[in-house]
């Protein structure tokens, strides 16, 4: 059991933190005390585990995925997999783009099967895993840039809704991205499924080739990154109105043939401002100021 993990409450007492390496986990619970409190255990007792385990297979889940490729022998290892399978022809893609997901998905799976409750979310860096008993519900904030948090609109989330899981992606994040959009935020069944499909949606809003946007190699940023000499963005110089549409559509566009495959269910894509919203959940997006919609 690892020794490095941290695990601490929030300033409201009601909110727990667990962090452990690159995972940063806010958790929080719903329900009578004793089951909030045999839920934090579990949560906490489960946490403690996951970086070693995912830290044994490591070398695998930073390769491309393929179709019938190896598979990890960890139950969050294989939810990465699963995740990222899906994308593997149609695009360059690791399992490593939903490990924030799956690492949700297995704390709160780990909460819900050790207490009653009517509501529990555990958010991963911004990457959600939810819980809804029947007649619950969630509001949910989309963050506009993770550099300098800000909300530029809402998601409602009921139990009759089959949305569980919350993602988010864009060139500002604390992951790479081959793209330019300042946040694509998922809405899907599953964490890990978002998770996957935010990062494939954030890397199609591009302008390939813009002299206004700087790239650079992920090896040279970080030496074991899974993306290898792949260029990622790490600034985005003036774009003009049509430049931004013309990325934004090239999101949509990839969007729609996952919401096609059954793979997501809404999306809300930002960039400079301007945001696109599809899906068949759009109507459950709101945003905080009169930009444009898309329904798919």
Same mark, same amino acid.
């Given at each position: 059991m690892t020794?490095?993990?941290?695990?601490?409450?929030?300033?409201?007492?009601?909110? *727990?933190?667990?962090? +452990?390496?690159?995972?940063?986990?806010?958790?929080?619970?719903?329900?009578?005390?004793?089951?909030? +409190?045999?839920?934090?255990?579990?949560?906490? !007792?489960?946490?403690?585990q996951v970086l070693d385990e995912l830290c044994r297979e490591l070398v695998l889940l930073r390769q491309p995925?393929?179709?019938? =490729?190896?598979?990890?022998? =960890?139950?969050?290892?294989r939810r990465?997999?699963?995740a990222v399978t899906p994308y593997c022809e149609r695009t360059f893609i690791?399992?490593?783009?939903?490990?924030?997901?799956?690492?949700?998905?297995?704390? *709160? =799976?780990?909460?819900?099967?050790?207490?009653?409750?009517?509501?529990?979310?555990?958010?991963?860096?911004g990457d959600i895993a939810?819980?809804?008993?029947?007649?619950?519900?969630f509001v949910a904030g989309m963050v506009e840039r993770p550099d300098r948090p %800000? *909300?530029?609109?809402t998601a409602t989330l009921d139990s009759a809704q089959p949305v569980?899981?919350?993602?988010? %992606? =864009?060139?500002? !994040?604390?992951?790479?991205?081959?793209?330019?959009? +300042?946040?694509?935020?998922?809405?899907?069944?599953?964490?890990?499924?978002a998770d996957a499909a935010a990062t494939v949606i954030a890397n199609a809003v591009d302008l390939p080739g813009h002299p206004s946007i700087v790239r650079v190699p992920a090896r040279t940023l970080v030496p074991d990154? +899974?993306?290898g000499d792949r260029l990622v963005t790490q600034g985005v110089g003036e774009l003009t109105s049509a430049e931004t549409a013309a990325a934004l559509d090239a999101g949509v566009a990839t969007t729609h043939s996952l919401l096609a495959d059954g793979l997501i269910r809404s999306v809300a894509l930002r960039m400079r401002e301007d945001t696109r919203v599809v899906g068949s959940g759009s109507a459950f997006i709101a945003l905080t100021d009169n930009r444009s919609f898309v329904h798919a």
């Open positions: 020794t490095r993990a941290q695990i601490r409450w929030l300033e409201d007492g009601r909110r *727990l933190h667990l962090h +452990d390496g690159p995972i940063d986990l806010i958790i929080e619970a719903f329900g009578k005390t004793r089951e909030i +409190d045999a839920a934090y255990r579990a949560a906490t !007792g489960r946490f403690v995925a393929r179709t019938n =490729g190896p598979l990890p022998s =960890g139950v969050v290892a990465m997999v699963t690791t399992p490593m783009a939903a490990v924030a997901g799956a690492v949700a998905e297995e704390v *709160l =799976g780990t909460m819900t099967a050790a207490a009653m409750l009517s509501r529990a979310y555990v958010n991963n860096g939810l819980y809804l008993a029947p007649g619950e519900h %800000s *909300l530029f609109g569980r899981g919350i993602a988010t %992606s =864009g060139w500002r !994040g604390p992951s790479f991205s081959l793209g330019i959009a +300042d946040a694509v935020t998922v809405l899907a069944d599953r964490a890990a499924t990154s +899974d993306l």
